[in-house]
């Protein structure tokens, strides 16, 4: 800044180029050398006549009062400084002014040493890192979120305006050095959101995703954003670009659900069909596509025919079979869940199928008889003659 301040000619310039760094960290705790520079260049100034001197003066007096309410180191001084300044011009005019910044100026006081409390162990230089999982970064995380909290209860008592621009400049300060942190870029643009500034909040969430590319849930909530939003098109084109980069299940399961409810059916099952091509379909995007059209869809028959789907790629997931004999067995559909039971077992490898016994003797229990069940007890213990129960400890099971 004084390089700056040094290529100008014009006392405005230089005014200007003070107002820019007020503007941008003048609220730092550390920028006292800011305000007082400030200060001393308005004392400074020549003037050519008493109209001129009268300005300056009035100058000065303002821009004392907007450093005095500021929490920031060797605040007393600044407030000395006024005190004396006030007092050489008009003493009676002194007192009443006094008076009433004298109250802004103790809350700053206040404000300054619990904030000074917050910051204590915050590391403002440290370096911009991906998340190590270590003792030391996550003890920054939470010294940050602190102030942050601290901050949005508003010690200073400002106007809505002036506690936005309070809390803002926090979170930016926190990304200098959490810039790799996903979730601090979303509380920042949730904050946005929350406080009626989705503009805001769009930006923040675009430099998040060039700080944190690789984070899909950031991806995610960008995409609900601009849905909330009534940006569609924008949202769809953050799927869009995902799927160009990485077809990830994941990223094919929140797509289908986001066509869902922004398109429609006949969409989405567009982009199951996408989905089921691509080199990476796992069996979660068959459940979850089966499920919109179990919950949403109210298409039974469909869902079926996506578990059947399922069913040929996946007959060794026990994961998937878990999911279809649920399914089943919210329908009712005795018959064929005990059909799809035994079909498992008798291509699944024992090693293999622990879950699938534990959920067809819990089947039998809930749907079957008395004869069914201790038949399937008696099955399960042949497969597995050295882990099972025997007895009236195999009762435990039921």
């Not at 690789?214 to 954003?225: E, I, R």
């Amino acid at each position: 800044m004084d390089y700056k301040a040094k290529q100008f000619t014009s006392s405005q310039e230089v005014i200007n180029v003070f107002e820019f760094a007020i503007g941008n960290v003048g609220m730092d705790i550390a920028a006292t050398p800011i305000w007082t520079d400030y200060i001393h260049f308005v004392k400074t100034q020549k003037t050519g006549s008493q109209f001129e001197e009268s300005q300056k003066m009035e100058s000065l007096r303002k821009l004392y009062q907007r450093a005095v309410v500021n929490p920031m180191h060797n605040l007393e001084n600044i407030w000395n400084e006024y005190n004396t300044f006030e007092n050489g011009l008009n003493k009676i005019l002194a007192k009443a002014l006094l008076t009433e910044n004298g109250p802004k100026y103790m809350q700053a006081r206040t404000t300054y040493r619990e904030r000074k409390n917050y910051l204590e162990g915050i590391q403002r230089n440290l370096l911009a890192r991906p998340p190590r999982n270590n003792v030391k970064d996550l003890s920054q995380v939470k010294l940050w979120k602190k102030l942050i909290a601290y901050e949005k209860r508003n010690p200073q008592r400002l106007d809505d305006s002036a506690l936005r621009r309070r809390i803002t400049f926090t979170y930016n300060q926190c990304l200098l050095c959490l810039y790799r942190y996903p979730e601090i870029w979303h509380e920042a643009a949730h904050y946005q959101l929350e406080t009626g500034h989705p503009d805001d909040a769009m930006l923040v969430f675009q430099k998040g995703l060039i700080a944190v590319e690789d984070c899909l849930l950031l991806h995610f909530a960008y995409a609900d954003f601009l849905e909330t939003q009534d940006k569609i098109p924008n949202a769809k084109t953050v799927y869009e670009n995902l799927i160009e980069k990485k077809q990830d299940p994941l990223i094919f399961i929140e797509y289908m659900r986001f066509t869902r409810r922004a398109a429609g059916i006949k969409e989405f099952r567009k982009v199951f069909f996408r989905a089921r091509k691509s080199r990476n379909c796992t069996y979660q995007v068959y459940v979850a596509a089966a499920q919109i059209e179990q919950h949403v869809n109210k298409d039974i028959v469909v869902a079926r025919k996506i578990y059947e789907l399922g069913l040929r790629k996946f007959l060794s997931s026990t994961g998937f079979l878990l999911q279809y004999i649920n399914f089943l067995v919210s329908l009712g559909d005795d018959v064929n869940a005990r059909a799809l039971f035994e079909k498992i077992l008798s291509t699944l490898p024992a090693e293999k199928a622990p879950e699938i016994w534990n959920s067809f003797q819990k089947f039998e229990i809930l749907c079957g008889n008395l004869e069914s069940i201790i038949k399937l007890e008696k099955r399960r213990s042949d497969t597995y003659p050295t882990s099972d129960p025997n007895g009236i400890y195999g009762l435990v099971q039921r």
